[in-house]
């Protein structure tokens, strides 16, 4: 809909339509999944460098971005902050929090932001020192189509169309598949019935970021995903060229960094001999670093006495930062070389060797799970937690408010690298590879009905040299079987890197921190013997071909197999029990109708339960019933209760019951289930012959009675005397009343007792009838 008194001109142009209007309002859009995709401009934030509004369906994303003027003198590296934000009136929602507006960034949102930064970072000019930032902010969300593909393509297109540098177009693309048929920008119906959900961004020549989580499924089924997504890609990039020629502006120059080549030169003649004799020793992340920190120290006072005496124009030059970063580069240019020409890597393993592997369980008595999993110089130490329903995580964003069951948390910690680092809240990494394990085993956890857990699962990196998020997953899921959680399977991961040149190739396993840097590729598969169930792909170069992507994949998918052949020699499935420390849980299922009365007027009975039992009782509107107690014989006390206060009395059964009120001349009134009241008339109550009923029950026994009469009024009649021996004959008179129970410790509570709560045992279950002797 365009606003009244704006004239619009429709252009078909093949598969894209555009729309212009006089206030300078210019829109493209093609048809995505059956349902318009739209970039705007014109319009909105026009003091930005750039701004896109994207929509798809009804969700609509408005972009900015915008760059400093002047550089950051002292940067050296690409100054660029994105920031992805929700507001909760796109879902027509006002926030939860206490002053009722949006507050710092949720997990959705930081993960999001991420989604935009990993596939735009790489594609900046080399040498853009001025600070820019990305905004994305979601004003519309029609609860189906999610917002963070259409800010990063919006991101693209925002950057195309500004006077900021960017090689590009790139554009983002979520894919499902439901019933084998992929979808592309899946809604989130679609979503629930798909067996993947991946994230997928790349330019008309090759993918460069890969993010998501499937149900185990093959290398192959990966790879058509991701040629599936590239058709899509390459349609919306063809869509952000057009806006670019309608509306783009010119670029801005980037300032060539002048290197004098005397300086590389001299650089490469003092250094390079023995930098390639070092990186041919085996040594460790630490020992390298030291080599690094000398090896500069030594270059630059090297070069500075060059400056000072045969060489005063590099004076001017940023010496400081510059030697530093032409050393990284040489080290880059031989490390590549050894390891395509000698398929030799830092610490002397082959490309497809997996580093020493340590796993141990159980190594912290007080936790509900617990294990340590160490490969090379990365250590994960994970800890699981199972709590109850009221610790489910409360997720309120754009969708309506949920509860989450299941938590991933990630923690690294200064002194895993070495370093001196304030504490503080979760980074956007930590919050990003806890998701990604997260996403590794959630797949794999049991249905709620048959454990009704909330479980917990924290990774702290106690040592860092690569994958540390690989390393967690293997923690995660050795920690989840210590626990007794019963996952289907185990589940490893493998961080993958890449060393491309030209027509030489090497894919190596399990990367290092340094293998990482200066490689071309950090692609991290996760999953179980059977398929994957998580992956994050980050690809730095252009031209990886999908044969050179299923190489790949193969190699890691025989590096997660050995993993996983580690770990079972450690713990090959979940633990037959419990912690004694976890708490105790079980689901039962009651009749809806009997809600109400295990709830009881304003909670009077629920509350009793909890009182009386120390249990934890959440009831569902299905009637799904979930108790939680610090130990089995509270569960089952609690249990007993529920189960008294819905059982459907029946006739000829024998209760344990309690008596409530004496009514001479009539009766006793026993309640023999939870507020089960019937009448034991005084004919029923024994043989023998009495005076008045006090003499044989009072108020508060314990008795067993049978239940002989359900009357059309609902009413209930009982029998004691029919559970007891008849005299024998002729004996009439002479035997007084058989005795009746009465515990002194017996709870009279008025509400109703149950055969759980300090009763004695059925009848049946001693073995002889009540009161005999």
């Known amino acids: 809909m365009e606003a009244e008194g704006i004239r619009t001109v429709d252009v078909p142009e093949g598969e894209i339509q555009v729309t212009t209007a006089e206030d300078g309002t210019v829109r493209v859009s093609t048809l995505l999944n059956g349902l318009p995709y739209e970039l705007e401009t014109g319009l909105y934030a026009r003091q930005a460098d750039a701004a896109v509004m ?34 909760s009136s796109a879902a027509g929602k006002i926030p939860g929090s206490f002053y009722r507006r949006e507050g710092r960034p949720t997990d959705k949102e930081v993960l999001s932001a991420r989604l935009i930064d990993r596939p735009c970072r790489p594609l900046f000019p080399k040498g853009w020192r001025y600070e820019t930032q990305i905004m994305a902010t979601v004003f519309s969300y029609d609860r189906e189509i999610d917002g963070d593909t259409l800010g990063a393509t919006g991101a693209s297109a925002a950057l195309m169309i500004s006077p900021i540098p960017f090689q590009g177009p790139i554009s983002e693309v979520r894919i499902g598949r439901v019933e084998g048929e992929f979808i592309v920008n899946p809604g989130l119906s679609q ?10 961004a790349g330019t008309d020549d090759s993918i460069v970021m890969v993010e998501g989580s499937a149900k185990e499924i093959s290398e192959a089924d990966f790879l058509a ?114 390891i395509l020409s000698e398929g030799r890597r830092l610490d002397g393993r082959a490309p497809t060797e997996i580093r020493p592997i340590v796993c141990r369980v159980g190594v912290l008595p007080r936790t509900h799970g617990s294990a ?23 997720i309120d964003g754009l969708l309506p408010t949920y509860t989450r069951r299941f938590m991933f948390h990630y923690n690294f910690p200064p002194y895993s690298t070495g370093e001196i680092r304030r504490p503080g809240p979760p980074s956007r990494r930590e919050i990003g590879h806890g998701n990604l394990a997260e996403r590794a085993l959630e797949p794999l956890l049991p249905p709620e009905e048959e454990f009704p857990y909330t479980i917990r699962v924290v990774s702290d ?28 399977k185990a589940a490893a991961g493998i961080a993958m890197g890449l060393i491309k040149e030209g027509d030489r190739v090497a894919i190596l396993s399990d990367i290092l921190g340094d293998e990482d840097h200066l490689g071309d590729m950090d692609f991290k598969v996760a999953g179980t013997a059977d398929g994957i169930t998580s992956c994050q792909m980050d690809i730095k170069i252009a031209g990886i071909s999908l044969e050179l992507m299923a190489q790949a994949l193969e190699q890691a998918r025989q590096a997660r197999l050995y993993i996983l052949s580690i770990m079972n020699q450690a713990l090959p499935a979940p633990r037959p029990q419990l912690s004694p420390y976890a708490p105790r849980l079980t689901m039962l299922t009651i009749p809806v109708e009997t809600i109400g009365l295990v709830i009881g007027p304003g909670g009077e009975t629920i509350r009793r339960i909890v009182q009386e039992t120390g249990a934890e009782i959440n009831i569902e509107q299905d009637g799904r019933v979930i108790v939680a107690a610090p130990s089995e014989e509270a569960l089952q006390k609690a249990v007993s209760y529920i189960q008294g206060l819905t059982q459907v009395p029946e ?78 004959p002729g004996q009439q008179g002479h035997r007084s009343p058989a005795p009746v129970r009465r515990p002194e410790n017996h709870h009279r509570s008025t509400g109703g007792g149950h055969r ?18």
């Open 651 to 728: 006739l000829g059964q024998v209760y344990t019951g309690v008596v409530r009120e004496i009514r001479e001349g009539l009766g006793a009134i026993v309640e023999f289930l939870p507020r089960r009241l019937g009448l034991l008339h005084i004919s029923q109550i024994d043989y023998r012959p009495f005076n008045t009923i006090s003499e044989v029950l009072k108020v508060g026994d314990v008795i067993d009675v049978k239940l002989i009469e359900i009357q059309p009024d609902g009413k209930f009649r009982l029998s004691r005397k029919a559970l007891l021996p008849p005299p024998p």
């Open 225 to 338: 995903a991701l040629e599936f997504a590239h058709g899509a890609i390459r349609q919306l990039n063809t869509l952000q060229r057009r806006l670019v020629e309608l509306v783009g502006r010119p670029k801005r120059e980037v300032p060539a960094e002048v290197i004098p080549e005397e300086l590389k030169a001299l650089l490469e003649q003092l250094a390079a001999a023995e930098i390639r004799s070092f990186i041919r020793q085996n040594t460790t992340k630490e020992q390298r670093s030291n080599w690094r920190k000398e090896l500069r120290t030594r270059m630059l006072s090297a070069i500075q006495e060059a400056a000072a005496t045969a060489h005063p124009d590099w004076q001017s030059l940023p010496l400081e930062s510059l030697v530093p970063a032409l050393l990284t580069e040489l080290e880059r240019h031989e490390l590549r070389q050894m």
């Open 191 to 200: 979503l629930a019935l798909s067996d993947m959900d991946l994230v997928v």
């Open 54 to 87: 994207v929509r798809h369906g009804d969700t609509m994303v408005l972009v900015t971005v915008c760059a400093a003027d002047e550089p950051l003198p002292t940067a050296d590296f690409l100054p660029l902050t994105v920031d992805y934000r929700e507001k």
């Open 461 to 488: 990196i106690l040592e860092s040299n690569g994958s540390s998020s690989m390393a967690s997953v293997c923690a995660g899921s050795l920690a989840l079987f210590d626990a007794g959680v019963p996952l289907r």
């Open 372 to 394: 340590f999993f160490m490969r090379g110089e990365t250590q994960s130490l994970a800890t699981v937690t199972l709590g109850t329903k009221g610790d489910e995580q409360i």
């Open 756 to 773: 759980g709560g300090g009763h004695p045992p059925h009848p049946r279950e001693r073995g002889k009838p009540s009161g005999s002797r």
